[in-house]
DNA sequence: TTGAAAGCGTTACCAC
DNA sequence: GTGGTAACGCTTTCAA
């Protein structure tokens, strides 16, 4: 391993001044660059973050606490996030929490243990940050947390633009699957689905899931159809469990959108490519991530930040689990 | 913060043997050993993973470079991987490349100026990996590397499978979508295809396509129809360009699977969802990637390993993208 | 069984 | 402009 010593020693001059022309500050006369920068690269030295995360008590990495990039959700927030923070040279430190408050927990740990200059976490649990203030900025994602700096879309606005346009679109007697109730985005959908509903006209019940896996959806959509026969307008969770749902009532075969509209939650990638494809609420993932990123870099550089919350609007895609409308007017 | 001077200090122990009782090696007294834990727990004390890497010259950091999170074949992969290595305390420093050398070459750097311990890596282009062997352990993962170690499918016996199917199901004018020649496993399962077609009194054509994203699949396909009419079978290079030949095969209203009958390759989770849900070749994802981990591990810890290279099969899924076919026999 | 001290590779302060 | 050196928080000799 090279150091900055053999690069001293290589050009002749001090440690210090290569120290500074290594970081560009403190005067240093054009010859020592000169001389400095070539030996750097004859010696094909470069720095060790290590040494410098130890000095600064600061790394150039951030945490990135996900609950399970293998939901189709998360790797577009994570690349958002990512290709944000890789502009100013920030590294990420990634984990999967499965939103599990021991994994979790251990993330954090390790990643303040490795000296992070910030965590962006898109869980819920979090049981650490509960207890206190973490000891470095940090960002929630698509999760909303009392009184914290959080990126997150507007669910309940998109639960109430996906209840409406079900109704518009003709569905009288409506399902609304109702994820897990601790999932604040989750939550948040089904409160804006529910006050639509209710202000309105139209029948709805209410289906509780446990989990938003495709499977449990699958089981739900069984009964669903079995004790809500004259549905005619099923409000999923997510895109997933909107999938699932889908396929059962193919399975069934009922006809969609004729006899029964779906609308999903999210618009994952694969949303456009099911069939008949997902008319969903989409969020803007990507930028979720990006602009998480960039409030904590903001945070970082103890930049002044307009707002604690930034909250992302969602919009209807329409696709072919809904029926066609005339044009407004 | 506090340091492991602060507990010596609590505990009116020195620092040496706070250190020895962190790391429990070394004699240390059962009094002082509780005076110390007592110390670590009042404080709340928690090592400086940072200053540990420095004086080791390692830290207990992985890198992993894939091409891109937000293509759906990886999250699973990075999932194997994490879960693996997470077991024993290590952790993930990741990032995309979207196989661009430069990208590449940064994240490794970066990599290695905070001594990770090892490096598994799902890239092709590993500009900065052709040049020298790296400093640290290195297994690649899913792409392979003359002379590395590596962990990848059989994606030639996986051609080869898919094309066998889709001769024995009756297809007999095969057109094969060959993606980017220079990505090892669309290489290798293009190369198996051919093989078995070659040798198969079917007709057969390639298409050549310079990417494997839902965009180009889907020109590429309708220049399929247009130009080979009479194609009524199809092989693809990946899922996702399935799903592309898939719609547009829907879209001019070819019947699936009684005209055309399609293939895809690697069996990502939205495959099933589709419709017809598609045929596809499986590759053990989240296996391949928990191996590469513990390879890698083993490398770190310098094990014996019995060999370089670790071919994991693969099996073909039969779905509705292809016909039925009576049992054998 | 314990402690003093050197050293890991940097940066930043202070002299010159 | 430049260099010497303390310090960052830890581990590991080595001596006691």
Redesign the interface.
């Known amino acids: 391993?090279v150091t900055i010593r053999d690069v001293a020693a290589e050009a002749g001059v001090s440690v210090a001044t290569v120290s500074r022309v290594l970081n560009n500050k403190g005067y240093v006369h054009e010859d020592t660059l000169r001389k400095v920068q070539q030996a750097i690269e004859k010696l094909n030295y470069?720095?060790?973050?290590?040494?410098r995360?130890?000095f600064k008590?600061q790394?150039?990495?951030v945490g990135?606490l996900l609950p399970?990039?293998?939901n189709?959700f998360?790797?577009?927030l994570?690349?958002g996030v990512?290709d944000e923070l890789?502009k100013q040279?920030f590294?990420?430190?990634?984990?999967?929490s499965d939103e599990n408050p021991e994994?979790e927990q251990a993330?954090i740990?390790?990643f303040?243990?490795?000296?992070v200059v910030g965590i962006i976490s898109a869980t819920q649990t979090s049981g650490m940050f509960n207890q206190e203030q973490p000891a470095v900025p940090t960002v929630f994602l698509d999760r909303t947390h009392e009184g914290r700096y959080t990126v997150y879309a507007d669910g309940r606005e998109g639960g109430k633009i996906a209840a409406r346009e079900l109704v518009r679109r003709g569905s009288r007697n409506i399902t609304v699957l109702k994820g897990p109730g601790h999932i604040s985005p989750v939550q948040d959908r089904f409160l804006g689905a529910v006050e639509v509903l209710a202000a309105s006209s139209v029948d709805f019940q209410v289906i509780q899931m446990a989990s938003l896996t495709y499977e449990e959806a699958e089981e739900r959509a069984k009964e669903l159809f079995r004790q809500y026969p004259a549905t005619d307008g099923i409000l999923a969770s997510n895109d997933m469990t909107a999938?699932a749902v889908l396929?059962e009532a193919?399975r069934i075969g009922k006809a969609i959108p004729e006899e029964v509209q779906i609308i999903g939650f999210d618009d994952i990638?694969?949303s456009r490519?099911?069939?008949p494809s997902l008319s969903t609420i989409k969020q803007p993932v990507y930028e979720m991530g990006k602009q998480a990123a960039q409030l904590l870099l903001k945070l970082i550089k103890k930049e002044e930040v307009a707002e604690q919350i930034i909250q992302l609007p969602v919009s209807f895609v329409e696709r072919n689990t809904t029926r066609k409308v005339k044009a407004d007017g």
Do not use: C, W
């Open positions: 391993m470069s720095p060790n973050e290590v040494a995360s130890l008590r790394s150039k990495l990135l399970d990039i293998t189709p998360f790797p577009e994570a690349r990512e890789q040279d590294r990420l430190l990634f984990g999967n994994k993330y740990e390790t303040l243990q490795n000296q999938a396929h193919l990638p694969m490519l099911l069939f």
